[in-house]
């Protein structure tokens, strides 16, 4: 690896030490960035089953900033829950023959400062399919984005880990894209265990002579904090989702010719004045070697980004055969992977989408499902890499090496909304690196490869100048 790096004896050092950390290899010390610190627990946890009460070690893990301030949002973010469920909880819950599970959780954290509680949900942390062994217990993690909290006072804000409710989804072979009912799994803290997950301390504004008094309970503010501070403890706080006007123009472009179907026998193909519209786009891309999955477009962020549509720019018309053609421009945000690198390692990269237009095909037949088909090509390019905290300078460059071909199919009309699915080949990376060290070949291996799942589910199709599309829930994975 280091044979790859240019420069001397402090250039290869260091790309060593980055490899280290990045593999896991540097022991555990809760190190992080200057002003983050990294939280870790493990804990055994009582889970409620039809045949009984059984014990599941649960590890929770999230980066929270070294210090807070009044009024200001304390952002826990690298957020992972991992559940070691034995085999015999697998047994009970999953059918016969299941190959993989994947799932969703949701972990109650209390929030505590002085006499004064609240409760957060850390709600859609999320699971790809994890394959299960042949022995031993089923490891899973998920991962995702949760609330951020406000305080009125200063003094020290813990968070503690409370109940996790599991919803898990067996895949069974033999049953190509079925999926038995999803099971749900209650776990409460077994008695005596420690959950406490982090503490961090929320100072006065520096303009006051003398800090105000801890919280108390009583819920009033300090007479120096901004007059939009909150009173007592705000744990639930999360952007409100909005998106920008649909254009008044249709985007420019042309359709690709080699994803279009053949016009069928007897049929005509005709070349329209395409209208204005868009939708938004929402859902997951998983990282099948990082047994993780990212929010595409999350729909619980502040801003949530379009799909701009050409609508109708070709219609093909043959008996019993309608066929529309669309162009789509993706306009979506910067995602946040969070990850547990070799399954262990908590890691955050901020992933931007850089896309070519889209050739959408809406089938209509009589008697007939719709279909439709969506294909593009798009580079992934990868900044602010953290690994346990700690940032890993991966460049300005930090991109696959050739565009990602990227196909999706549905049974839906376009103009409604529905779920689109495929599968992402992700290229080896290239350009990633800074003052002389290579991580290309690090971060390949880390993400590169086949039978990456996407999942993207389309909102219904909004008019121009409108600022009212209507924002999909997420799809189940």
């Not at 493990?42 to 889970?47: G, P, R, S, T």
Request: net charge neutral; charged share 20%; aromatic share 4%.
């Amino acid at each position: 690896m280091t044979g790859a790096l240019s420069g001397g004896r402090t250039a290869r050092l260091a790309a060593v030490v980055v490899a280290a950390c990045v593999l896991g290899l540097l022991p555990g010390s809760g190190s992080a960035a200057r002003d983050l610190r990294e939280a870790r627990l493990a804990a055994a946890y009582d889970c409620t089953l039809p045949s009984g009460t059984r014990q599941v070690e649960v590890a929770v893990g999230a980066t929270f900033p070294d210090r807070g301030a009044i009024g200001k949002p304390i952002r826990p973010t690298a957020v992972s829950v991992r559940a070691s469920l034995p085999r015999q909880v697998v047994a009970e819950l999953l059918p016969q023959g299941t190959a993989s599970v994947a799932g969703t959780a949701v972990l109650a954290t209390s929030v505590a400062q002085g006499r004064e509680r609240a409760g957060a949900q850390w709600a859609d942390l999320t699971s790809a399919d994890v394959e299960l062994p042949a022995r031993g217990a089923v490891e899973i993690g998920f991962s995702g984005r949760v609330p951020y909290v406000t305080v009125g006072s200063a003094g020290d804000v813990t968070f503690t880990a409370g109940k996790l409710d599991l919803v898990l989804t067996a895949s069974v072979p033999g049953e190509p894209g079925a999926r038995p009912a999803p099971v749900k799994l209650a776990c409460t803290p077994a008695r005596g265990a420690d959950t406490l997950l982090a503490a961090v301390p929320v100072e006065a504004p520096a303009s006051t002579g003398t800090p105000p008094e801890p919280a108390t309970g009583s819920g009033d503010t300090d007479s120096s904090a901004p007059h939009d501070s909150p009173k007592g403890i705000d744990a639930g706080t999360q952007p409100r989702a909005a998106t920008d006007a649909c254009p008044a123009q249709p985007p420019a472009g042309k359709l690709d010719p080699q994803r279009l179907p053949p016009v069928p026998r007897g049929g005509e193909a005709s070349e329209l004045e395409p209208t204005s519209m868009c939708a938004v786009p929402a859902g997951f891309a998983t990282l099948r070697k990082l047994k993780s999955s990212a929010l595409v477009n999350d729909p619980r962020g502040q801003q949530v980004g379009l799909m701009h549509l050409a609508m109708r720019m070709r219609e093909v018309r043959a008996p019993d055969y309608v066929e529309y053609d669309h162009l789509g421009i993706m306009q979506l945000p910067d995602t946040e992977g969070t990850f547990l690198t070799f399954g262990f390692q908590p890691t955050t990269a901020r992933v931007r989408f850089e896309p070519e237009p889209a050739t959408i095909v809406n089938i209509i037949r009589p008697g007939k499902p719709p279909v439709t088909r969506v294909g593009y090509r798009q580079h992934l390019r990868l900044y602010d890499v953290r690994v346990n905290g700690v940032p890993l300078d991966v460049g300005p460059r930090c991109r696959t090496s050739r565009p990602v071909e990227t196909e999706l199919t549905g049974s839906y009309p376009v103009s409604e909304g529905g779920l689109l699915e495929g599968e992402l080949d992700i290229p080896a990376l290239s350009g990633c690196g800074a003052d002389g060290e290579d991580l290309d070949g690090l971060l390949s291996g880390a993400v590169s490869g086949s039978g990456n799942a996407l999942k993207i589910r389309q909102g219904r199709v909004c008019g121009a100048v409108s600022t009212t599309c209507k924002i999909p829930e997420l799809p189940g994975l």
